[in-house]
C-alpha cells in the first residue's frame, strides 16, 4: 500500500525553505519519474483531444470499418497495448518517487495530516491541492450549516417558438459560455499560468507568512484559500481581515491581495470554483456558496467578528463580494474595484448583433451576474473604484461608458431616491463623464451636506432608501448629489488589470451615526 501511495500519490511543485535553509527549492523528479511522468502527461492529452473530437474520430472509424467483427482484435490489440504502456509508466513514477528524499518526506507528511487532521507538517510542501486534507467544513457548523444555494432558473412561460432559443442559450452556456464568462477556469490557462502560481503562492507564504487552508463548502466543493495574520502588528490594520476575491481570470497567488497586504491589514484570498486548487464550477450558484463558505471560516475558524470583516471585489469579483455582504450586512465595508452594474451589458456588445436574443437568455437564465440589484440588498458602507483608462467595462477607454458609472448612480438612487431625481441623474452622469477630481466643493460645503445627512439620520434613522431631500430645492439636491457620489466613488487612472495602490483602498465612508449618536 505504501509503494501505491508513491504512484498516485500528487504531484510535488516546491518544497519551501526552513529555518536554516537559504531558498525554497523546486522539485527536480528524477529521471524514472520525470519518463513516466511525460508519457502519463502525453496519454493525459491525447485522450483529452479525444474526447472532446470523438464525434470525428467514431465517424472515421465507422467508415474504416473498424467496428465490424474481423477489426475487433486489432482494437483489443491497440487498447491492451496502451494499458501496459499506463501500467509500465505508473511504476517508473512510482520507483522514482520512492528513491526521492523529498517526495518520501512529503508522502509522510501527507499521511499524518490526513490521520491527525493537522496540515502543520504538510504546510512545508507545495503539491497537488486535491491532495490537501480539509481543513474547514461548513457542513459541521453544528445548527449553522444551510442549504446550499442551488441554481435560480428563471421560470418564464415557455413556447414552441422560444423551445429552440431556450435550448441553444442552455447548451452554448454550459458548453464555452461559462469558459468565456470565466476564463481563469480554462484548464489549459491554468498549466500555462503554473510557475506564476506555484511562484506567487511560495512568495506569499515565505515572505508574508502566509497559511494556506482547504474549505470545503455546503455544496461539497473544496475551496483553496490563503490567510496572512497580521493582528499581532500593533501599529497596522491587522485586526481588520479584509477577504479578496478575484476578477474572471484572477487568482489569489498573482491577484488583489498585494494591496491589503502592503497597508498591513490580515487578508485572506480564495480562488472561485474551478480555479487552481478550487475544485467545482464557477456557477454563480456555486460561487455564492463558496464566498459563504470563505466568510464563515474566517468568523469561525479564524476567529474574526464580522464588523472587524472588509469585503474587497476586483471586476467580476465584485459579485461575490455583494453577495456575501448581502447575507453578512454587518460587515466593516465594501470595496469594489473595476466592477461593472449587470454583465448582461457586457456580454452582448462582445457578440454578434443577431445572437443577442440567446445571449440575453443564456445570462438571465443561467449567470444572471447583476451587481446593481445585488447591491440594494446591502446597506452599510460602500466605496467603489472606477479606472478611468477601463478597457475591459467601458467601450473603447471611453470614462464616460464605464459601466461602474451606471453601478454607482444605481446604488445612490436607490438609497438616496429624493436626492437622484431626473435632474440630480442628469447631473450626475455629465460629472461622471470627466474624472470626478475636475469637480471640487468647498470646505464649508462639504461640511453643510454632512450637516443634512447627519440631522436626517439622527432623527430618521440611517435604513436606506433614505428620504432625504423631498423638501429640497434643485440647488441643494444637486449640492448633495455631487457630495454623495464623491463620497462613494473614487477614480484611478489606469487601465482594468493593474494593481491598485494603496491610497486607493481605505475603509469605506459612513454617515457618522450610530444608535443616534455623532461619532468622529
Not at 467496428?67 to 505508473?90: C, N, R, Y
Not at 464557477?282 to 468568523?299: H, T
Not at 438616496?416 to 463623464?433: A, E, H, M
Request: glycine fraction near 8%; hydrophobic fraction near 40%; proline fraction near 5%.
Amino acid at each position: 500500500m505504501s509503494f501505491l501511495n508513491y504512484i498516485f500519490g500528487p504531484k510535488l511543485y516546491m518544497e519551501y525553505r526552513g529555518v536554516h535553509e537559504p531558498q525554497r527549492k523546486m522539485y527536480e523528479p528524477g529521471p524514472a519519474e520525470k519518463f513516466g511522468e511525460q508519457i502519463l502527461s502525453t496519454l493525459s492529452v491525447v485522450w483529452s483531444v479525444s474526447y472532446y473530437t470523438s464525434p470525428l474520430i467514431f465517424t472515421f472509424l465507422y467508415r474504416r470499418g473498424y467496428f465490424v467483427a474481423d477489426s475487433m482484435p486489432t482494437l483489443a490489440k491497440l487498447t491492451t497495448s496502451v494499458g501496459l504502456i499506463v501500467i509500465i509508466s505508473l511504476f517508473m513514477r512510482g520507483v522514482g518517487r520512492r528513491q526521492s528524499r523529498a517526495y518520501t518526506s512529503m508522502i509522510n507528511a501527507l499521511t499524518v495530516a490526513k490521520v491527525n487532521r493537522s496540515s502543520d507538517a504538510l504546510r512545508r510542501f507545495d503539491i497537488d491541492f486535491s491532495a490537501w486534507p480539509v481543513d474547514f467544513d461548513v457542513k459541521a457548523l453544528a445548527g449553522d450549516a444551510k442549504k446550499p444555494t442551488t441554481m435560480a432558473i428563471r421560470r418564464d412561460s415557455l413556447s414552441i417558438a422560444t423551445l429552440p432559443c431556450e435550448l441553444i442559450a442552455y447548451v452554448a452556456i454550459h458548453t464555452f459560455g461559462l469558459s468565456m464568462i470565466y476564463p481563469g477556469s480554462v484548464k489549459l490557462l491554468q498549466k500555462f499560468m503554473r510557475p506564476a502560481l506555484i511562484a506567487g503562492r511560495a512568495k506569499l507564504i515565505e515572505e508574508d507568512n502566509g497559511i494556506r487552508y482547504k474549505v470545503k463548502t455546503i455544496d461539497s466543493n473544496e475551496i483553496d484559500t490563503l490567510f496572512i495574520d497580521n493582528r499581532n502588528d500593533n501599529v497596522g490594520n491587522g485586526k481588520t481581515l479584509v477577504i479578496c476575491s478575484e476578477g474572471n481570470a484572477g487568482f489569489y497567488e498573482v491577484g488583489i491581495m498585494a494591496t491589503p497586504i502592503a497597508l498591513k491589514y490580515s487578508v485572506l484570498g480564495w480562488n472561485h470554483p474551478g480555479f487552481a486548487g478550487s475544485t467545482g464550477q464557477p456557477q454563480p450558484e456555486q460561487d455564492k456558496n463558496a464566498i459563504d463558505a470563505v466568510v464563515r471560516f474566517a468568523i469561525n475558524h479564524l476567529g474574526f467578528a464580522v464588523e472587524d470583516v472588509i469585503l474587497y471585489g476586483w471586476s467580476i469579483g465584485g459579485y461575490s463580494t455583494l453577495w456575501a455582504a448581502s447575507i453578512y450586512p454587518d460587515v466593516k465595508g465594501v470595496v469594489l474595484d473595476a466592477t461593472f452594474d449587470d454583465v448582461l451589458y457586457l456580454a452582448q456588445p462582445r457578440m454578434p448583433a443577431s445572437l443577442g436574443g440567446i445571449v440575453r437568455v443564456a445570462i438571465r437564465k443561467y449567470c444572471n451576474l447583476n451587481n446593481a440589484e445585488l447591491a440594494e440588498k446591502y446597506n452599510g458602507p460602500l466605496l467603489l473604484i472606477r479606472r478611468t483608462e477601463d478597457e475591459i467595462i467601458a467601450e473603447d477607454n471611453r470614462i464616460d461608458t464605464n459601466r461602474g458609472n451606471y453601478l454607482a448612480l444605481s446604488v445612490l438612487k436607490y438609497r438616496y431616491p429624493n436626492l437622484f431625481g431626473s435632474t440630480q441623474l442628469s447631473l450626475s452622469k455629465g460629472l461622471l463623464s470627466k474624472q470626478l477630481e475636475s469637480y471640487s466643493y468647498t470646505v464649508a460645503e462639504e461640511k453643510l451636506c454632512m450637516s443634512r445627512l447627519i440631522t436626517y439620520a439622527s432623527d430618521e434613522g440611517k435604513s436606506f432608501p433614505m428620504l432625504i431631500g423631498a423638501d429640497y430645492n434643485d440647488e441643494m439636491r444637486n449640492q448633495m448629489a455631487v457630495f454623495l457620489l464623491r463620497k462613494h466613488l473614487r477614480d484611478y487612472n489606469s487601465s482594468h488589470c493593474t494593481q491598485l495602490p494603496g491610497e486607493f483602498f481605505s475603509i469605506p465612508w459612513d454617515i457618522p451615526i450610530e444608535h443616534g449618536f455623532v461619532f468622529t
